[in-house]
């Protein structure tokens, strides 16, 4: 059995469907909802791996649910679903953590790479979203690019790839922990404080130039 995902929409057309949908790909649907409160308090009960939230829902918002995920701790990663093509409505959904935020028209052809994507800690968002919302990531100074040492280009290069923390430890004969002090360094480096999952977006909008 696949990863355990809790579902929430206030449109039950579009609930049923995506519920039918992943149930039929084999993924663990313990629990759906209609509204933002009910989809919260199935997260804090159930604690899935992944919540998949419509951004907007009665009486919580997808947003409001991952701020609250994230006040509290809750380990479960939240997925946003939404018709909002909006900047600042995205900005926000980073600031919150979220690990993944696709369109609802390309919903069923992307849900399953995005799910495969948060499940290995791979934050995901819409291919039609980034290329318009990312433009401060394709600006920077590349001249910051001479301040990394070569071990760190290396890790750029693999997180660029889509690797994650551990994956990159097997591939240098390191620590995770070695991984993420070297992660660390680079985001001070390059200046991409304070936007979850930063140097991810930078590292796929540039790899061409390392």
Same mark, same amino acid.
């Given at each position: 059995?696949?990863?355990?995902?809790?579902?929430?929409?206030?449109?039950?057309?579009?609930?049923?469907?995506?519920?039918?949908?992943?149930?039929?790909?084999?993924?663990?649907?313990?629990?759906?909802?209609?509204?933002?409160?009910?989809?919260?308090?199935?997260?804090?009960?159930? %604690?899935p791996? *992944?919540? !998949? @939230?419509?951004?907007?829902?009665?009486? &919580? /918002?997808?947003? $409001? =649910? +991952?701020? #609250?995920?994230?006040?509290?701790a809750?380990?479960?990663?939240?997925?946003?679903?939404?018709?909002?093509?909006?900047?600042?409505?995205?900005?926000?959904?980073?600031?919150?953590?979220?690990?993944?935020?696709?369109?609802?028209?390309?919903?069923?052809e992307?849900?399953?790479?995005?799910?495969?994507?948060?499940?290995?800690?791979?934050?995901?968002?819409?291919?039609?979203?980034?290329?318009?919302?990312?433009?401060?990531?394709?600006?920077?100074?590349?001249?910051?690019?001479?301040?990394?040492? %070569?071990?760190? *280009?290396? !890790? @750029?290069?693999?997180?660029?790839?889509? &690797? /994650?923390?551990? $994956? =990159? +430890?097997? #591939?240098?004969?390191?620590?995770?922990?070695?991984?993420?002090?070297?992660?660390?360094?680079?985001?001070?480096?390059?200046?991409?404080?304070?936007?979850?999952?930063?140097?991810?977006?930078?590292?796929?909008?540039?790899?061409?130039?390392?």
């Amino acid at each position: 059995m696949k990863s355990s995902i809790v579902i929430a929409d206030d449109h039950p057309l579009m609930l049923k469907g995506m519920m039918n949908y992943l149930s039929s790909l084999g993924y663990n649907i313990v629990g759906s909802a209609t509204d933002g409160s009910t989809a919260y308090n199935l997260i804090v009960k159930l %604690k899935p791996k *992944i919540a !998949i @939230l419509d951004i907007r829902m009665p009486h &919580k /918002t997808g947003l $409001e =649910i +991952a701020q #609250d995920c994230k006040l509290n701790a809750l380990d479960t990663k939240i997925i946003l679903i939404t018709f909002d093509k909006r900047e600042d409505v995205y900005k926000k959904a980073k600031e919150h953590n979220i690990y993944g935020y696709i369109l609802k028209e390309f919903a069923v052809e992307e849900i399953e790479t995005c799910i495969e994507n948060v499940i290995c800690d791979r934050p995901y968002f819409s291919k039609e979203l980034v290329p318009n919302l990312e433009k401060t990531y394709t600006n920077t100074d590349y001249t910051s690019l001479n301040k990394l040492t %070569k071990t760190e *280009i290396k !890790i @750029l290069k693999q997180i660029a790839n889509n &690797k /994650t923390s551990i $994956e =990159i +430890a097997d #591939d240098l004969n390191v620590s995770p922990r070695t991984v993420d002090k070297h992660r660390s360094n680079i985001v001070n480096k390059l200046k991409l404080h304070g936007i979850h999952n930063g140097l991810f977006i930078w590292a796929s909008q540039n790899k061409d130039i390392f």
